[in-house]
């Protein structure tokens, strides 16, 4: 028997930025993104986590086709994406969605809720008639765990919280198999944040809408994603079920990040690694393997081989020249 085809399969995605270098100059190139594979199954959450500026965002918005991919190919259900043609895109929107981090500036303030929501089910022609748009207005509203009245009213009367479940209603309705969720939760405070991380692990189990979850902090998808990608300046550096990644991570990056998440259990507490230095910049990264200039274990190989994304006993797959990590 053959494995399913995965919802979404993103193979050596790059997206290389030309930036102005200076009058006279040839431009330089900003690798924001720099080759980076992963698939999503149906009904899957994936979690794309790492600092910022490390090209998350950018992976999501070349996915869903906000900006052009440099190469790389881009399936979805087995059908390439990356070279279609601006009049198929339509039906890309259709099946992948987005769900921004400010739902202020991504939800018109001019219109109703009503209106936000029937927007999407207007332009991909899934209404006949008002009484079919307020049928479905009032069964994306219960969804969100929105009261039936929230139609009538404007973004601006919502909390932070409430208006991510507006972004999030809006995302259901044109039917998305697939949403990218983009710091969905990040500017929103702890508990709110909570709230709406269960409603999205609840909807993609009713509705078995796939995830890729785009945080910066790592903390976040601890209870809620099937998997977890790593990026460290352009890359994947680890990739693992949830478990693993949690448990027995094999980055050095991954470790420092895990570091920093608080667990109940204070007799539990993790070892905290503080990486020294900044972020790199992906317009002049380190030779080698990138992370070495702030890794505790870089050794002379590390500065000038660039390790690969290779599995490991424990199940994940990771780009480090080191077999195992050291003990804490
Ligand atoms: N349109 C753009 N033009 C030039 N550089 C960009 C553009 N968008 C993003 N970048 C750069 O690409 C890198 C990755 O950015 P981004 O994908 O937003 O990272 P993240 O979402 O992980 O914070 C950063 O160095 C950023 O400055
Ligand atoms: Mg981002």
């Known amino acids: 028997m053959s494995t399913p085809t995965p919802l979404l399969q993103v193979e ?11 009058p006279f100059r040839p431009r330089n190139w900003l690798r924001a993104v720099d080759g980076v594979s992963f698939d999503i199954a149906r009904g899957e959450t994936l979690s794309l986590v790492g ?5 998350k965002s950018t992976v999501g918005r070349t996915i869903l086709r906000l900006l052009p991919p440099t190469s790389g190919r881009l399936t979805l259900d087995g059908q390439r994406i990356d070279t279609l043609p601006q009049s198929q895109m339509r039906l890309l929107r259709k099946r992948m969605q987005v769900v921004f981090q400010d739902p202020f500036s991504s939800l018109n303030p001019r219109m109703t809720v009503r209106g936000i929501l029937a927007d999407p089910m207007i332009n991909f022609g899934l209404v006949r008639s008002r009484a079919e748009i307020d ?3 009032a069964t994306l509203l219960d969804k969100v765990r929105l009261p039936a009245d929230a139609a009538r009213r404007y973004p601006h009367e919502f909390s932070g919280g409430q208006r991510q479940r507006i972004s999030i209603a809006r995302a259901l309705a044109p039917g998305a198999d697939l949403i990218v969720c983009d710091e969905a939760v990040s500017a929103l405070d702890v508990s709110v944040k909570a709230q709406i991380v269960n409603l999205l692990s609840d909807l993609q ?8 979850f785009i945080s910066h902090d790592l903390a976040i998808v601890e209870h809620m994603t099937h998997r977890v990608a790593v990026m460290y300046l352009g890359k994947i550096v680890e990739i693992a079920d949830r478990r693993t990644l949690f ?5 050095p990056y991954t470790r420092a990040l895990l570091s920093a998440v608080p667990v109940p259990d204070p007799k539990a507490k993790r070892q905290r690694i503080v990486l020294t230095g900044d972020v790199p910049s992906p317009l002049n990264p380190p030779s080698g393997c990138a992370f070495h200039t702030r890794c505790p274990y870089a050794f002379d190989r590390c500065r000038v081989e660039g390790p690969a ?3 490991r006993a424990s199940g994940q797959l990771a ?3 080191l077999d195992d990590l050291p003990p804490v």
Request: proline letters at 8%; charged letters at 25%; aromatic letters at 2%.
């Open 12 to 22: 050596d995605l790059k997206k290389h930025f030309a930036v102005p270098s200076g």
């Open 51 to 55: 600092e910022s500026g490390c090209g």
């Open 135 to 137: 049928a479905r207005v």
């Open 205 to 212: 189990a009713e509705l078995g809408l796939a995830l890729l």
């Open 247 to 251: 448990s027995r991570p094999r980055h």
């Open 309 to 311: 994304l290779r599995p």
């Open 319 to 321: 780009a480090c020249h």
